[in-house]
């Protein structure tokens, strides 16, 4: 009964917590997508704009959560190339963790629903970030043509080829045919994997955040060339697969 007495109380002052975070996230990102708006009215710098998720934006929901972020590995990539990058996906708080790691001007492939939302449609969109109808094939090939089309012009692009967010952590199998627009532009793919996230901000559950460790390990890139998409995502899966591996 004492056990039960001191856990309810706690509970309930997570609860307040994790509303109060909630709140906050979604005051910030909407004043953030706001200033960032305004100043793309000003500058038509698209890359200026995504960039303010690495300085600003990302690092403050990520402090807010209680996340600290590790990233090993960008001696990996030579970040003067575009790349096609693909990582697992544990939670909605990976976006952040990744606007943080990578230093480029990132875009994302994002799932359609994500057209409702407010202000973050407008965000996307009006960066150039992509759509995808899960339950459209015809839409999928779309998009694969898209998606290559903003690698060819030198445009960095990542991708969560699971298709959706891991509620075990586990990594699921990737879907092949996202890889191919890698292949149509003539870039090399970059494996990402992301630990931790799912703990910090699980899928189940409205909101219920914990503080963590969020680790990013970004492997060496995968030149497309010679591979067909079969190929290079058995190796993209391969490496995430790897870097995701406990180490001793």
């Keep these: 009964?004492?056990?039960?007495?001191?856990?309810?109380?706690?509970?309930?002052?997570w609860c307040l917590w994790n509303l109060l975070q909630l709140g906050f996230t979604l005051a910030f990102t909407a004043a953030g997508i706001s200033c960032a708006l305004a100043l793309l009215a000003l500058t038509r710098r698209p890359d200026r704009v995504l960039r303010m998720g690495a300085t600003w934006w990302g690092p403050v929901l990520l402090a807010g959560a209680g996340?600290?972020?590790?990233?090993?590995?960008?001696?990996?990539?030579?970040?003067?190339?575009?790349y096609l990058f693909v990582s697992n996906h544990q939670s909605v708080i990976d976006i952040c963790a990744l606007f943080v790691a990578l230093p480029v001007p990132l875009r994302f492939l994002l799932k359609q629903e994500m057209l409702k939302v407010p202000f973050v449609n407008w965000y996307a969109r009006a960066t150039g970030m992509l759509f995808l109808d899960r339950d459209s094939r015809?839409?999928?090939?779309?998009?694969?043509?898209?998606?290559?089309?903003?690698?060819?012009?030198?445009?960095d692009l990542c991708l969560f080829p699971e298709g959706t967010r891991s509620r075990g952590g586990e990594l699921a199998g990737f879907k092949a045919g996202l890889l191919q627009a890698a292949i149509d532009a003539g870039v090399?793919?970059?494996?990402?994997?992301?630990?931790?996230?799912?703990k910090i901000l699980p899928v189940q559950g409205l909101f219920r955040v914990r503080p963590g460790i969020i680790r990013v390990r970004i492997g060496a890139p995968i030149e497309a060339?010679?591979?067909?998409?079969?190929?290079?995502?058995?190796?993209?899966?391969?490496?995430?697969?790897r870097m995701l591996e406990p180490r001793i």
Excluded at 225 to 241: K, M, N, P, S
């Design 1 to 13: 009964m004492r056990q039960h007495a001191v856990r309810t109380p706690t509970r309930w002052a």
């Design 67 to 82: 996340a600290r972020l590790v990233v090993e590995g960008r001696e990996n990539v030579d970040f003067s190339r575009n």
């Design 138 to 155: 015809r839409a999928g090939a779309l998009v694969r043509r898209r998606a290559a089309a903003a690698l060819a012009q030198g445009r």
């Design 188 to 198: 090399a793919v970059v494996p990402v994997a992301l630990d931790g996230a799912g």
């Design 225 to 241: 060339a010679g591979l067909d998409r079969q190929e290079l995502t058995r190796r993209a899966h391969a490496a995430v697969g």
